[in-house]
C-alpha cells in the first residue's frame, strides 16, 4: 500500500482509540490505513507447553482482531481502504518495518503486551529514535474509562521549538498539519534557568540577556515558515518556564502537540530525554513526534541491529 498510516494494534481500548486517529488522519492524507498486529515470539517458543493448534489458534486470533479494528475503522471514515498486517516477532522492529513507507505512525500510550511500556520502556524510545516517519501517541484515560470516540476539537496545534536547527523537522511537520486541518499554530518556545546557574552567575552573561537572545532566535526560526505557509495563523507563546510545564498546559486546548526526537537546550532530546517523557506523561491530546533528519540508510541500520540483538538472545 502507498501512500498509507501505519497504526499499532493490540487489541485493547487504548489502541482502538489510535485506530480511530489513525483512520483521520489517513483522510486528511487521502491515504490508505495499515493495521500491524504484533505476536511477541514468547508464545511460540515453548514447544513442549504448547497444546496442538496452538499456533493457529493465535494466528486466528490475530486475524479477528484486526478484522475488529478494520470495522471501528471504516466505521469512523466509510470507504477507507485498510490492509491488515500480521506478524510475529519484538513489537519494536516489526513496527518500524512497517512504517519504513509510511507517512505517520501512530501508536496508543497504553496497551496489551508489547505496547504496555510504549511510553515508558525501550518499545517507545526506539520507535521515536528511528522511525522513518512522525510518531504519534494516542493518549488513553487513566482512570479506565472508555476514551471518547470525538473528543473535543479546538482548532490549534501546539510546536515545541528551540531556535536550534533539530526544531525545523518538528515546525515542518507541524505548519504542514496546520495547513491540512485548517487550524491556527502555538509556537511554544520555553526556556528555564539551570539549577546550577545561580552558582555560577558570576561567572556568566546576564540570564535576562540570554533568554532575550534565545527568543530572537526562536522568532527569526519562524519567519521562514511563516512566509511560506501565509494562510497559517501563528501565536508566539514565548515563556520562562520548563518545557515539560509549558507543553502540557498548552496540550488542554490543543488538538496536537509536536515535539522533535532531537534538540538543543531545554527541547533536547524529546521523547528520548525527560522532556519527552514528561510531555507524554502529562500531555492531554495527542503527542507528535518528528525525527531529526539523518543519513539515508539510518533506518535499515536500526533494523538490522535488532535482528542481531534478537539473534543473540538480549
Known amino acids: 500500500m502507498s501512500g498509507h498510516v501505519t497504526v499499532g494494534v493490540d487489541g485493547s481500548s487504548a489502541s482502538m482509540a ?21 505476536s511477541e515470539p514468547w508464545a511460540y517458543i515453548q514447544p513442549l507447553a504448547a497444546p496442538p493448534g496452538f499456533e493457529d489458534s493465535l494466528a486466528e486470533a490475530s486475524r479477528a482482531l ?46 496489551h503486551g508489547g505496547f504496555l511500556q510504549l511510553v515508558l520502556g525501550s518499545v517507545s524510545m526506539g520507535v521515536a529514535g528511528h522511525a522513518a516517519c512522525p510518531v504519534i501517541v494516542v493518549p488513553h484515560p487513566d482512570d479506565g474509562t472508555e476514551p471518547e470516540e470525538a473528543p473535543e ?19 515542518q511537520y507541524a505548519f504542514e498539519e496546520a495547513v491540512r486541518r485548517r487550524c491556527r499554530l502555538r509556537a511554544v518556545y520555553a ?37 511560506k505557509y501565509p494562510q497559517v495563523e501563528v501565536q508566539e507563546s514565548m515563556l520562562q518556564a520548563h518545557p515539560i510545564e509549558a507543553l502540557s498546559l498548552a496540550s ?27 510531555v507524554l506523561h502529562h500531555a492531554r491530546c495527542p503527542v507528535a513526534v518528528v525525527r531529526v533528519c539523518r543519513a539515508p540508510g539510518d533506518d535499515a541500520d536500526a533494523l538490522r541491529g535488532d535482528e542481531r540483538k534478537e539473534g543473540q538472545g538480549t
Open 252 to 278: 488542554a486546548t490543543a488538538d496536537l502537540v509536536v515535539v522533535g526526537s532531537r534538540g538543543r537546550g531545554a527541547l533536547g532530546s524529546a521523547l528520548l530525554g525527560s522532556v519527552g517523557h514528561g
Open 153 to 171: 476539537e479546538y482548532g490549534e496545534i501546539v510546536v515545541g521549538q528551540d531556535g536550534a536547527p533539530e526544531s525545523e523537522p518538528a515546525l
Open 66 to 111: 484486526l478484522a475488529r479494528a478494520a470495522v471501528v475503522a471504516r466505521e469512523r471514515v466509510p470507504g477507507l481502504e485498510v490492509e491488515p498486517v500480521s506478524r510475529v516477532g519484538d513489537v519494536r522492529t516489526e513496527l518500524l518495518r512497517q512504517a519504513c513507507d509510511a507517512e505517520t505512525l501512530v501508536v496508543g500510550r497504553r496497551g
Open 191 to 227: 526556556w528555564q534557568e539551570s539549577v546550577f546557574l545561580p552558582m555560577i552567575a558570576s561567572y556568566t552573561p546576564d540570564l535576562e540577556r540570554l533568554y532575550d537572545l534565545g527568543q530572537r532566535a526562536a522568532r527569526e526560526q519562524l519567519l521562514p515558515w511563516e512566509e
Open 18 to 38: 489510535a485506530v480511530r486517529w489513525a483512520a483521520d488522519d489517513a483522510l486528511r492524507r487521502a491515504a490508505g490505513l495499515r493495521l500491524v498486529h504484533v
